[in-house]
């Protein structure tokens, strides 16, 4: 039996959420992600699960259904640089029309996230194939990371109370720290919160903070200024969009935090060009959305060469396997509120072991977190042709 491609397939998946989350930029009302197959002539398959798209979810899943299934059933699947290579240089999808508000870069964001299924899911196949659990097979570097939460969420009537008690079940959980979401507000009024967080929380325990793009160079620098007694471990994606470079590297070198930006990078020359800009201390570049987990090794080998960090955005499933494989990787990170990601929560039969502040990568073969049929068939999304 060989490693053969016999089939490949892209399932969608969409919950509306009970609750809206909202952070500096955007509210939260429904969880996608997709599934992606790879079926191998030695009856392996290669499952995966990740991304969280709504706009192009019908898009990427076309494309892996019908352009990247021709183009890769029959080929091996070990040869997954080369597989990468043909879905990346692939002419054959004309999505939509190239509309002005659309651009270009919409068109090649679905082809890199309908890759990055395709590739993780290949990798998965692989491991599975060759006995050995994802983070062995990429290098092994660590047995485990520090996990911390994403929270800090803004919601309709949150007030101290809830918050501090929010704050109380990640210690009470046995997490490393948290990241805490900023820029809805003014920057001291979110200093505020900060300082209320570390208050609850204590000195022993890792806070970053997150704006999602809401601030410009001015807001981003007043408020590093107000929390700098407060060890922030990170300030992530301080700045509006269109001022990505210059705009992160100002902030970076006057505010004196580790700046994180990359979660909206799709390929390696992005985050090359965030690299050269002096803009970043730490790459949270997302294997889900750009390229899978080939792209993602190669971002990480540039980014050791500059003394850049490696985190990773959401998707702890790939996550802790990719931060565990290399010497530069930091915190896997997690909802820990089933509410705001019930994917994570309902679609392992396993998930990993938490444990004094760390997740533990899995040991089995590929991945090593299989998902649940009756959990994909649950919210398999309606209306998109697969
Ligand atoms: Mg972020």
């Known amino acids: 039996m060989t490693t053969t491609i016999r089939d490949v397939c892209a399932i969608p998946l969409e919950k509306n959420l009970d609750k809206v989350f909202k952070g500096g930029t955007y509210a939260i009302t429904s969880r996608y992600t997709l599934v992606t197959e ?17 706009r192009y979810q019908k898009e990427v899943v ?26 990346f240089h692939c002419v054959a999808p004309d999505l939509v029309n190239r509309g002005i508000h659309t651009l270009d870069l919409t068109n090649k964001a679905i082809i890199m996230q309908a890759i990055a299924g395709v590739d993780i899911a290949l990798w998965d196949a692989i491991g ?76 022993d325990f890792i806070i970053a903070c997150d704006a999602n793009q809401a601030w410009t160079v001015d807001q981003a620098i007043t408020f590093c200024k107000q929390v700098e007694d407060l060890n922030i471990r990170w300030f992530e994606e301080p700045v509006v969009w269109y001022d990505q470079l210059r705009g992160l590297s100002e902030v970076r070198r006057v505010g004196k935090i580790p700046i994180v930006a990359g979660q909206g990078e799709i390929s390696r020359f992005g985050c090359r060009d965030l690299i050269m800009a002096d803009a970043v201390d730490i790459l949270n570049v997302d294997a889900t959305i750009a390229g899978g987990i080939t792209e993602w090794r190669r971002i990480a080998g540039m980014a050791s060469m500059t003394n850049v960090s490696m985190a990773h955005h959401e998707e702890p499933q790939v996550a802790v396997h990719l931060l565990s ?18 994917m994570w929560f309902e679609l392992p039969d396993k998930h990993p072991e938490i444990k004094n502040g760390c997740m533990h990568a899995p040991r089995q073969p590929g991945i090593g977190i299989p998902l649940r049929e009756e959990v994909i068939e649950r919210y398999r999304a309606n209306g998109v042709r697969v």
Request: hydrophobic letters at 35%; glycine letters at 12%.
């Open 128 to 203: 599975k194939t060759q006995g050995l659990p994802l983070y062995k097979m990429l290098g092994g570097y660590r047995e485990k990371v520090p996990v911390i939460a994403i929270g800090g969420y803004y919601w309709e009537g949150k007030d101290e109370k809830d918050f501090q008690e929010e704050l109380l079940s990640y210690k009470r959980a046995g997490l490393y720290g948290m990241k805490l979401k900023v820029g809805r507000l003014s920057p001291k009024e979110d200093a505020d919160r900060v300082r209320f967080a570390r208050s609850v929380a204590g000195d």
């Open 38 to 54: 790879v079926h191998l002539d030695n009856g392996i398959v290669g499952q995966t699960f990740g991304g969280d798209e709504e």
């Open 325 to 342: 494989s290399i010497p530069h990787g930091l915190y896997v990170e997690i909802f820990p509120d089933p509410n705001r990601d019930p």
């Open 62 to 87: 076309n494309l892996v259904n019908e352009t990247f299934r021709k183009l890769l059933l029959g080929k091996d699947a070990l040869s997954v640089e080369l597989l990468w290579e043909a879905m």
